[in-house]
């Protein structure tokens, strides 16, 4: 990698002490403190290299940002630097640029943002020091790769790709050329409809950028989704750079694995890097496309430390670097959509399969009047056996995992709940015929007890119905179809994702039931009907985004169906078979939910129309918690001069979240919000340094969520 645009190292001249040269370096650290730290060295330091700064007792890696000539304090309370790496080049400007630019847009410190986005090895002082560092993480994997004879032999030109036996119909074909012919950067927003083909666009716009000699960034929302994904990228591109063109990125990895794949990338020897949200901040020295696919999805907005979305911060890095962006999805975002239609992004459509087959029927079950045995009409229960007879498929979807959300006394109402949480407790069924019940807010689990807690009572019976309370009730009406079941419980074990997902694909299985990892993605070419169980529940949530998740959600589990076959069809239970949502749902009509989203959204001035920030505050009681937000809402009022942009900024009154204790921790939430982005991004530079000084004062953890994704 280049780097000669770099500043050179700074001297300072000789320090009498030592009676050599010495030279200043401005460190960002990963500590929840504001700026960055001076350190003195006895030997040259560049920008973007990486360093070991000791921190009170603490050794911890660093990334220089500054060579001052002079430091900001007294160079004889300067500490030294305990080592300058240098196992990799400095960090490469544009990488440094998209860290300087999520640290004033989130507001965060900036080695919050810049140490995190690197591989643990890479960040961690015991990496390098103590007898077992063996001269670094970098040094002991080169070793290893090399005993193995895996390093990867590095790209020269546009190395023949394998031809492409995959002919495009006529608006995959208009998407790609679309895609080729953009100049610099640009957003496409690639709209296809389930089974339409949006992965072969990808491929052939890939295709076209490796061909030049450039690197793709390719982005899913979920771990479960690379996969598939993988074998397809290895498959078509296998003779590309002697068979080492892909890397994969995410958290599934072991620290080794992802160091390998960051480093592949970094160099430049890995053309593809396949990835999660963490992949966006990866080092790529000749990136030539980004490609976010299911760029609505949840999983790309980080939910702790920053918060921050990788589908934005991707449409910054390809504005940063002039290169194109494709963000691909059945049902866009509302912002999203909203930019294609105000003309800031470039939209392009894919209206119909691309094996020419019919889009399913989707068929609202009305249960208002039904009598429902363990969840299920008898309708669904009749249609699943039709397809089975028919030795086609059946997903029995279901976004809720477990035996059974709750765990109830019919003597007296007793109800399980945690003891930490203000929520209830889901009981699980674990091997053996055992049972437990474990909170899914703070991770804690207890035995089922054998009597009521309140009165005695040994009649506990479960209310509601998890996946496994699905399996269990399949399993004794069809006992003879084999059933799978993929969550996060079955799941969790490295590898067995894949494991299943490809049972399903080979025909091993009858009846998958699901949650929403099996709703996006997969191409099952043998699944004739989708049962929605529960959809309901998300109708009247209280964030206003629940509509919009429901719908994408919907949308994507129905397109599961009829990809390779006419007549395959969707059933869905609700009791509100006329709400706006599903009747979009049965036209497959995004279009049409879109524009009656969007103007209940313009109405009520919400976003895409505002742009928001959510202050969220922890404290062992709700009124300390409560009390900081009171200050933090008064504080900009009386100090306006500070605060000039206040009368374009609401704050609304501080509550306590819809689910306030979670591990004996209780929390409550101050939202703001604006209807400029400039104005809110100002005000909120001031009012983060006052939160600072404050939350030291009131003794409160607390987090400020730029672009909120759920309040």
Same mark, same amino acid.
């Given at each position: 990698?280049?780097?000669?645009?770099?500043?050179?190292?700074?001297?300072?001249?000789?320090?009498?002490?030592?009676?050599?040269?010495?030279?200043?370096?401005?460190?960002?650290?990963?500590?929840?403190?504001?700026?960055?730290?001076?350190?003195?060295?006895?030997?040259?330091?560049?920008?973007?290299?990486?360093?070991?700064?000791?921190?009170?007792?603490?050794?911890?890696?660093?990334?220089?940002?500054?060579?001052?000539?002079?430091?900001?304090?007294?160079?004889?309370?300067?500490?030294?630097?305990?080592?300058?790496?240098?196992?990799?080049?400095?960090?490469?400007?544009?990488?440094?640029?998209?860290?300087?630019?999520?640290?004033?847009?989130?507001?965060?410190?900036?080695?919050?943002?810049?140490?995190?986005?690197?591989?643990?090895?890479?960040?961690?002082?015991?990496?390098?020091?103590?007898?077992? =560092? *063996?001269?670094?993480?970098?040094? $002991? +994997? @080169?070793?290893? /790769? &090399?005993? !193995?004879?895996?390093? %990867?032999?590095?790209?020269?030109?546009?190395?023949?790709?394998?031809?492409?036996?995959?002919?495009?119909?006529?608006?995959?074909?208009?998407?790609?050329?679309?895609?080729?012919?953009?100049?610099?950067?640009?957003?496409?927003?690639?709209?296809?409809?389930?089974?339409?083909?949006?992965?072969?666009?990808?491929?052939?716009?890939?295709?076209?950028?490796?061909?030049?000699?450039?690197?793709?960034?390719?982005?899913?929302?979920?771990?479960?989704?690379?996969?598939?994904?993988?074998?397809?990228?290895?498959?078509?591109?296998?003779?590309?750079?002697?068979?080492?063109?892909?890397?994969?990125?995410? =958290? *599934?990895?072991?620290?080794?694995? $992802? +160091? @390998?794949?960051? /480093? &592949?990338? !970094?160099?430049?020897? %890995?053309?593809?890097?396949?990835?999660?949200?963490?992949?966006?901040?990866?080092?790529?020295?000749?990136?030539?496309?980004?490609?976010?696919?299911?760029?609505?999805?949840?999983?790309?907005?980080?939910?702790?430390?920053?918060?921050?979305?990788?589908?934005?911060?991707?449409?910054?890095?390809?504005?940063?670097?002039?290169?194109?962006?494709?963000?691909?999805?059945?049902?866009?975002?509302?912002?999203?959509?909203?930019?294609?239609?105000?003309?800031?992004?470039?939209?392009?459509?894919?209206?119909?399969?691309?094996?020419?087959?019919?889009?399913?029927?989707?068929?609202?079950?009305?249960?208002?009047?039904?009598?429902?045995?363990?969840?299920?009409?008898?309708?669904?229960?009749?249609?699943?056996?039709?397809?089975?007879?028919?030795?086609?498929?059946?997903?029995?979807?279901?976004?809720?995992?477990?035996?059974?959300?709750?765990?109830?006394?019919?003597?007296?109402?007793?109800?399980?709940?945690?003891?930490?949480?203000?929520?209830?407790?889901?009981?699980?069924?674990?091997?053996?015929?055992?049972?437990?019940?474990?909170?899914?807010?703070?991770?804690?689990?207890?035995?089922?007890?054998?009597?009521?807690?309140?009165?005695?009572?040994?009649?506990?019976?479960?209310?509601?119905?998890?996946?496994?309370?699905?399996?269990?009730?399949?399993?004794?009406?069809?006992?003879?179809?084999?059933?799978?079941?993929?969550?996060?419980?079955?799941?969790?074990?490295?590898?067995?994702?894949?494991?299943?997902?490809?049972?399903?694909?080979?025909?091993?299985?009858?009846?998958?039931?699901?949650?929403?990892?099996?709703?996006?993605?997969?191409?099952?070419?043998?699944?004739?009907?989708?049962?929605?169980?529960?959809?309901?529940?998300?109708?009247?949530?209280?964030?206003?985004?629940?509509?919009?998740?429901?719908?994408?959600?919907?949308?994507?589990?129905?397109?599961?169906?009829?990809?390779?076959?006419?007549?395959?069809?969707?059933?869905?239970?609700?009791?509100?078979?006329?709400?706006?949502?599903?009747?979009?749902?049965?036209?497959?009509?995004?279009?049409?939910?879109?524009?009656?989203?969007?103007?209940?959204?313009?109405?009520?001035?919400?976003?895409?129309?505002?742009?928001?920030?959510?202050?969220?505050?922890?404290?062992?009681?709700?009124?300390?918690?409560?009390?900081?937000?009171?200050?933090?809402?008064?504080?900009?009022?009386?100090?306006?001069?500070?605060?000039?942009?206040?009368?374009?900024?609401?704050?609304?009154?501080?509550?306590?979240?819809?689910?306030?204790?979670?591990?004996?921790?209780?929390?409550?939430?101050?939202?703001?919000?604006?209807?400029?982005?400039?104005?809110?991004?100002?005000?909120?530079?001031?009012?983060?340094?006052?939160?600072?000084?404050?939350?030291?004062?009131?003794?409160?953890?607390?987090?400020?969520?730029?672009?909120?994704?759920?309040?």
């Amino acid at each position: 990698m280049s780097h000669s645009s770099l500043p050179p190292p700074s001297e300072s001249g000789p320090d009498p002490k030592l009676g050599q040269a010495v030279f200043y370096a401005r460190v960002a650290l990963d500590v929840p403190l504001p700026g960055l730290f001076d350190y003195c060295s006895a030997q040259p330091v560049s920008v973007g290299q990486r360093v070991i700064a000791p921190f009170g007792p603490r050794q911890l890696v660093g990334v220089v940002v500054e060579v001052p000539d002079k430091p900001g304090i007294e160079p004889g309370q300067l500490r030294p630097l305990i080592q300058v790496l240098d196992d990799l080049p400095a960090m490469p400007v544009d990488w440094l640029r998209l860290m300087a630019f999520a640290s004033r847009y989130y507001h965060r410190p900036l080695g919050e943002v810049m140490l995190p986005a690197l591989p643990p090895p890479l960040r961690k002082a015991s990496s390098y020091t103590g007898k077992r =560092s *063996g001269g670094g993480p970098v040094l $002991r +994997l @080169e070793k290893r /790769l &090399k005993k !193995a004879g895996a390093i %990867a032999s590095g790209f020269s030109g546009a190395a023949g790709l394998q031809t492409d036996a995959h002919q495009l119909n006529d608006e995959q074909q208009s998407a790609v050329s679309a895609i080729a012919a953009m100049q610099g950067h640009g957003v496409v927003l690639l709209r296809g409809i389930t089974g339409s083909g949006k992965t072969e666009v990808y491929l052939h716009a890939a295709r076209k950028v490796l061909d030049m000699g450039r690197q793709v960034l390719f982005m899913v929302p979920e771990i479960n989704l690379t996969p598939q994904l993988e074998g397809v990228l290895r498959a078509r591109f296998a003779d590309f750079s002697g068979g080492h063109a892909l890397a994969v990125l995410h =958290s *599934g990895l072991s620290d080794g694995e $992802r +160091l @390998e794949s960051w /480093l &592949k990338a !970094a160099r430049g020897d %890995a053309r593809i890097l396949l990835g999660t949200r963490m992949a966006v901040t990866t080092p790529m020295p000749d990136l030539g496309l980004i490609i976010v696919d299911e760029e609505h999805d949840a999983s790309y907005k980080q939910q702790d430390g920053l918060r921050y979305s990788a589908r934005d911060l991707a449409v910054w890095r390809g504005h940063d670097l002039k290169v194109p962006v494709v963000l691909g999805s059945a049902t866009p975002s509302l912002e999203s959509w909203n930019h294609a239609v105000q003309g800031r992004y470039t939209p392009l459509e894919l209206t119909r399969r691309a094996r020419e087959t019919p889009m399913p029927d989707i068929k609202m079950v009305d249960t208002r009047r039904l009598r429902l045995e363990q969840g299920f009409s008898p309708q669904v229960v009749e249609a699943i056996e039709q397809r089975l007879q028919a030795n086609e498929q059946v997903l029995v979807f279901l976004n809720r995992r477990g035996y059974a959300p709750v765990l109830r006394c019919t003597s007296c109402g007793w109800v399980s709940q945690c003891a930490h949480c203000t929520a209830h407790v889901v009981l699980h069924r674990m091997q053996h015929g055992r049972a437990r019940l474990q909170c899914h807010h703070c991770g804690g689990y207890s035995p089922v007890p054998r009597a009521c807690p309140t009165c005695g009572d040994m009649d506990l019976q479960p209310m509601g119905r998890g996946t496994q309370r699905v399996e269990e009730f399949l399993a004794e009406r069809f006992p003879d179809a084999r059933i799978s079941r993929i969550d996060a419980d079955s799941t969790r074990l490295k590898g067995s994702a894949e494991r299943l997902f490809s049972e399903v694909h080979q025909g091993d299985v009858d009846i998958l039931v699901g949650t929403q990892m099996v709703a996006k993605g997969h191409d099952f070419a043998n699944l004739g009907l989708v049962a929605v169980l529960n959809a309901d529940s998300m109708l009247f949530a209280q964030d206003f985004r629940a509509p919009e998740r429901l719908f994408a959600q919907l949308m994507q589990v129905a397109g599961r169906a009829g990809r390779h076959r006419a007549g395959a069809q969707v059933m869905l239970q609700t009791d509100y078979p006329d709400q706006p949502v599903y009747r979009s749902l049965q036209r497959h009509d995004y279009k049409g939910f879109a524009d009656y989203a969007l103007g209940e959204r313009e109405a009520l001035g919400l976003p895409p129309f505002s742009y928001q920030a959510l202050l969220v505050a922890e404290g062992r009681e709700l009124a300390q918690a409560l009390t900081f937000l009171e200050q933090m809402r008064d504080l900009p009022a009386s100090r306006p001069d500070t605060y000039p942009t206040l009368d374009q900024v609401m704050l609304y009154d501080p509550v306590p979240l819809r689910i306030v204790r979670v591990a004996n921790i209780e929390r409550a939430q101050l939202l703001v919000e604006s209807p400029s982005r400039p104005a809110l991004q100002r005000f909120l530079t001031q009012w983060n340094e006052d939160l600072f000084q404050a939350g030291r004062q009131a003794r409160v953890r607390y987090s400020l969520e730029v672009d909120p994704f759920e309040i």
